[in-house]
């Protein structure tokens, strides 16, 4: 009985391992973000969303997938006892990934200036992206390596190397869009257009710490792996089962398993892609000008859509957790243990996300000063749109990650396919009819993201017959979240009457608010003990919340 709940209380333990560790790595990027605005400007900002949206879509064709893949494989073979299976399907993987990653590598570095100029009509983000084809082949490795160690049951391998990425990557970065904007502005002096080609090269710099983390992440993962390797080779020997899968049905199998996992991922996330694509053509249409359209993407992806992607980092941390967990409570056919993870799952999400959605609603324009000295009209009100789409984005990534988890692969994609549609028509709607320009791309993202939960939901029901309680998931983080929101609301205006710099009230807000919202939860009664001790350092904050009487 004591082995059963260390193994449930595990699964959130191992999940928030790996969302404490995607927090951090997120924070990091905001962090260096910070920096290379300064240095790149908005309009650099425009190159190099456009090379990473590129990239992105490349990546998820090529190895994406992988991780969440193969974690699904080992964990159910090494569920039933089939060791030698288990590794046998990490091998093959990484032929796999060295194949597909070198493919995809050579497609995007030779075809980055047609893509960039006809697809995207952004011509000078080509050297971006010719600086993170390379990165295609690193991550495509890493995410087998990083497949293999969750599908064991372990996520610390896979934290502690994303830490050691996004450092790298943070501080590469920076320096390298520092010298690559200084030598673009020579170069773009003998071509008259010195600021142009500043940020052009400063963007490709900036990608350069992309290649260089993943390297340093690769690194960290073989060495993990060669110390695990005899603790595998153990497992190998004492494995009994008779049953060895080739390698021609390992293969036939992987693709069969990453083929939906690709759809999925790739519609799911295809449509940044073609948000900036249409949003460019439409706005040449309507003669905005490049530097007013490039400004206007610039501050969507390299400000709001940084900023929103540090809760969704949570999300994603969640689904890949889950899916081994799943996999394996599908395997034992225990649909109650997995109706339970995927209820703790969800609700571990709402509580962390809800809070950040209203946090941006009314202090996105003191987070924008605080972060990139930002207090333009434009800036803040992007962000506040684009705050309820927090809560769908990250609702629907991990509904995706549940579904795959309990073996209805394709449905993700069929939702996926659809919100598009729904997306597409929206956003023409949005840019052509009601000259909503760059909101009109934000309102549409909310419009894909809670047609994805709506349908996920719906799936979720029809095959493992799950409801989804709301009183202790939804409405009582929003009550708290609200309750925070007052009192952030309430102290903007007070200190307004102070002789203090925005920056600093910002600073002094943000702890309280935390505080407020933390307490309000418990009150409300949305995490019982029980949920609590599951956390990190479970044991001690309930332990403080009782020394409080606030439980």
């Known amino acids: 009985m004591k082995k059963k709940k260390a193994k449930e209380s595990n699964f959130l333990v191992q999940g928030s391992i790996l969302a404490i560790a995607s927090i951090i790595v997120r924070?990091?990027?905001?962090?260096?973000?910070?920096?290379?605005?300064?240095?790149?400007?908005?309009?650099?900002?425009?190159?190099?969303?456009?090379?990473?949206?590129?990239?992105?879509?490349?990546?998820?064709?090529?190895?994406?997938?992988?991780?969440l893949a193969v974690s699904k494989m080992v964990s159910g073979h090494l569920a039933v006892g089939e060791s030698?299976?288990?590794?046998?399907?990490?091998?093959?993987?990484?032929?796999?990934?060295?194949?597909?990653?070198?493919?995809?590598?050579?497609?995007?570095?030779?075809?980055?200036?047609?893509?960039?100029?006809e697809i995207m009509s952004t011509p000078l983000s080509y050297l971006a992206l010719r600086v993170l084809s390379p990165t295609l082949l690193l991550v495509a490795l890493m995410g087998v390596l990083r497949g293999f160690f969750q599908g064991t049951g372990t996520m610390v391998p896979t934290a502690i190397s994303q830490i050691i990425e996004g450092l790298v990557n943070a501080i590469v970065s920076v320096l390298a869009a520092y010298f690559l904007f200084s030598y673009g502005q020579q170069v773009g002096t003998l071509l008259g257009e010195p600021q142009r080609y500043g940020e052009a090269y400063g963007a490709a710099g900036g990608t350069i710490g992309t290649g260089v983390g993943a390297l340093f992440g690769l690194i960290f993962m073989v060495f993990v792996y060669v110390l695990y390797r005899d603790v595998m080779k153990k497992k190998e020997r004492s494995d009994r089962s008779r049953d060895v899968v080739s390698y021609s049905r390992i293969f036939y199998i992987l693709i069969i398993t990453i083929i939906p996992v690709i759809l999925s991922t790739t519609v799911y996330n295809v449509s940044s892609i073609l948000d900036q694509g249409i949003f460019k053509k439409l706005?040449?249409?309507q003669k905005i000008d490049e530097t007013t359209r490039s400004t206007m993407w610039g501050v969507f992806s390299g400000k709001t859509k940084v900023l929103i992607n540090v809760p969704l980092a949570i999300a994603n941390s969640l689904a890949a957790s889950t899916i081994p967990s799943l996999t394996a409570a599908i395997m034992e056919r225990n649909l109650k243990k997995a109706r339970y993870r995927i209820s703790v799952g969800i609700r571990f999400v709402m509580v962390l996300t809800i809070p950040c959605a209203i946090a941006f609603l009314v202090m996105g324009k003191p987070i924008l000063e605080l972060l990139f000295s930002d207090s333009t009209v434009m800036s803040e009100r992007?962000?506040?749109?684009?705050?309820?789409?927090?809560?769908?984005?990250?609702?629907?990534?991990?509904?995706?990650?549940?579904?795959?988890?309990?073996?209805?692969?394709?449905?993700?994609?069929?939702?996926?396919?659809?919100?598009?549609?729904?997306?597409?028509?929206?956003?023409?709607?949005?840019?052509?009819?009601?000259?909503?320009?760059?909101?009109?791309?934000?309102?549409?993202?909310?419009?894909?993201?809670?047609?994805?939960?709506?349908?996920?939901?719906?799936?979720?029901?029809?095959?493992?017959?799950?409801?989804?309680?709301t009183r202790r998931t939804f409405l009582i983080p929003s009550i708290a979240g609200a309750a925070m929101g007052l009192v952030i609301l309430l102290l903007r205006f007070l200190f307004g009457f102070l002789p203090i710099s925005s920056k600093i009230t910002t600073c002094l807000i943000i702890p309280v608010a935390v505080l407020v919202y933390g307490v309000a939860l418990l009150k409300l009664k949305g995490l019982t003990p029980a949920e609590i001790k599951r956390f990190p350092k479970g044991t001690a904050l309930l332990r403080l919340a009782k020394r409080f009487h606030l439980i």
Do not use: W
């Open 84 to 117: 030698k299976n288990a590794y046998r399907y990490f091998k093959a993987s990484m032929l796999f990934a060295l194949c597909s990653g070198t493919i995809v590598m050579l497609i995007t570095f030779f075809g980055a200036k047609y893509i960039t100029s």
């Open 382 to 469: 992007l962000l506040q749109f684009s705050a309820i789409s927090v809560v769908f984005y990250a609702l629907s990534t991990l509904t995706n990650g549940i579904l795959q988890g309990i073996n209805h692969m394709s449905t993700p994609v069929k939702h996926a396919a659809i919100s598009l549609g729904i997306h597409l028509v929206s956003l023409f709607l949005f840019i052509a009819v009601f000259h909503m320009n760059i909101y009109g791309v934000a309102a549409a993202n909310i419009v894909f993201a809670l047609c994805m939960c709506v349908l996920n939901n719906l799936s979720l029901r029809k095959y493992i017959g799950y409801r989804q309680e």
């Open 27 to 67: 924070i990091m990027g905001l962090l260096y973000r910070l920096p290379l605005t300064s240095i790149i400007h908005d309009t650099g900002n425009d190159y190099y969303s456009c090379a990473y949206e590129v990239y992105s879509i490349f990546l998820l064709i090529s190895s994406y997938s992988l991780p």
């Open 283 to 285: 706005m040449i249409a």
